[in-house]
């Protein structure tokens, strides 16, 4: 995403007086719930009912923009859930704003995951499986090259890597995919990673590739109704948030989703965090607890983070111009 043209100020701002934040690399975007949209379970038919919806409204702004002067560019924004037949949390802001994200005082921890590109040569990042990392040098690169060679990582990687492939048929042109993984890091572990770039087709939205790539092996499982019949029957509760996409899109079809996946839900000073492992045939108690437990090890170390950090308000921002197509 490329700064806009003709930045606006605004007054000042705190992210809290917002509805919805969406922290991108270098910026974060900051959105009001202007117009809510129906609480109903989110598929490739309701999203060209959403997107034709924005459509309209986007046009009619543009012809405000006209008169007056401003620089309004509606979007999609909200949360799908994992669970299909669960509704979304999706609303439209009409004149939402990016602020420079703030640099942390110390390390915050990250998760490598794109489900759908910010630009339409940029379907997404796959990331399937991860290890924890090391405390001494050479035990971290023993990690690192030990993943990159597991057979068994490398087979479901595979799944995930097949499952994107399929999903991106007949929605881009010239999509290229490395002949083989490479690892990637945060502060807490390494990840099998395949980044998978093309352009998608002028009727595909980055709503609909999210849609199309969501539930697949690394958050679902494979086959993918079977082990959604399983996570049904055993999982405890419902998922809720987690493994579900948060992001937007705007009416030219540009955005960015992400799946939630080792994360936080905070209530007040509560905070409930979520990760998990994949499972197979060959997994054992031990090998789960340790993935999990460094899932948990991304998320504390970024907790940490923001503890240590003095909370100031946002003085300034642009509003968010998408590019154009």
């Known amino acids: 995403m490329t ?5 606006h100020s605004v007054a000042a701002a705190h992210p809290s007086e917002y509805g919805f934040a969406f922290a991108a690399r270098g910026a974060v975007l900051l959105a009001h719930r202007d117009m809510s949209l129906p609480a109903v379970p989110v598929t490739d038919g309701t999203a060209d009912e959403i997107l034709a919806r924005l459509g309209k409204i986007t046009r009619e ?13 509606p979007m999609v924004c909200g949360m799908i859930p994992f669970d299909p037949d669960e509704p979304a949390d999706l609303f439209i802001t009409e004149r939402p704003v990016r602020v420079p994200r703030p640099r942390p005082a110390g390390p915050v921890a990250s ?7 910010p630009l339409p040569q940029d379907p997404g990042h796959r990331e399937a499986v991860a290890v924890p990392r090391r405390p ?8 690192q090259q030990a993943l990159l060679h597991d057979p068994a990582a490398r087979g479901f990687h595979r799944h995930a890597l097949d499952h994107a492939q ?27 990673a395949t980044r998978l770039t093309g352009r998608l087709r002028r009727d595909t939205s980055a709503l609909h590739t999210a849609l199309a790539l969501h539930r697949g092996p690394a958050a679902g ?11 049904r029957e055993l999982e405890p509760c419902r998922r809720g948030p987690y493994a579900g996409l948060v992001g937007w899109t705007a009416a030219a079809g540009h955005g960015q989703w992400v799946p939630v996946v080792r994360c936080a839900l905070i209530t007040q000073a509560r905070a409930r965090l979520y990760a998990a492992a994949h499972l197979t045939l ?14 948990f090890a991304t998320l504390r170390a970024a907790l940490a983070g923001a503890e240590t950090q003095t909370p100031c308000p946002v003085s300034a921002g642009t509003p968010w111009l998408p590019e154009a197509a």
Request: charged share 20%; hydrophobic share 40%.
């Open 3 to 7: 700064d806009p043209i003709g930045h």
């Open 61 to 73: 702004a543009a012809g405000q923009r006209t008169r007056r002067g401003r620089r309004d560019r």
């Open 111 to 117: 998760a490598p995951e794109l489900v759908a590109g």
């Open 136 to 143: 001494s040098v050479a035990g971290d690169a023993a990690a």
């Open 166 to 192: 399929r999903a991106l048929q007949g929605r881009t042109g010239c999509l290229a995919v490395p002949a083989r993984p490479s690892v990637v890091a945060t502060d807490a572990t390494w990840h099998l």
């Open 221 to 231: 499982g494979t086959p993918t109704d079977a082990a959604l019949s399983l996570i």
């Open 282 to 295: 060959g997994s054992t108690v031990e090998g789960a607890h340790a993935r999990t437990t460094a899932g």
